[in-house]
């Protein structure tokens, strides 16, 4: 038996490559990194600009102590009214209005706190992170561009394992199967 030796060019390339992109449209504000830098999970890459958003908290802000106010009052009345109820003073009728509206009060602070989870989770896509520990490949956003969701703006490659990636030729394809020994 005489083996069959195929040459080919290779590569050698990163076991893993990661792209990064925003959830959130916005103006970069600051980039933190450069092209060859390592990063580990977790280490701030990019900030987009969050005034707008910081507004928008600002005011779930407002309406939840708005809101904290109004059931406040409504917890209060709900309270006259039973004790009138009890003396027989109101209808049952103006009792369940009452009622209702306490209920109705405490539905409207749990859906402003509700927007104001929301704005927090927005605020956090603002500042872009590591998903893993690797070097910034490629950079392809400046301060000043306009990130868009789902655009790239990093390409991250792992620093572990590597891999090898052969281009074998038409003839030589059907010489080689897994598991053959490679130099």
Known sequence: EIPRL?????SLEAG???????????????????EGQSVSKGDLLVSIDDS?????????????VEAKAVLTNAEKMAERF???????SVS??????????RDRAAAGLNMAEA???????HLSYLSITAPSDGVVARKMIEEGDMANPGMPLFS?????????VAHLGEKDVSA???GDLVT
């Open 52 to 64: 707008d958003l910081k507004a928008k908290k600002a005011q779930a802000e407002a309406g939840i």
């Open 82 to 88: 039973e004790k009138l109820y009890a003396d027989k």
């Open 115 to 121: 927007g104001l989870a929301e704005v927090k989770v």
């Open 16 to 34: 893993r490559t990661i792209m990064v992109s925003t959830r959130m449209m916005g103006w970069v504000r600051q980039v933190h990194v450069r």
């Open 6 to 10: 195929v040459t080919a060019t290779g």
């Open 156 to 164: 991250l490659e792992s620093t572990g394992a590597m891999k090898v």
């Open 176 to 178: 080689v199967k897994i």
């Open 92 to 101: 049952k009728q103006q009792l369940d209005d009452v009622l209702t509206g």
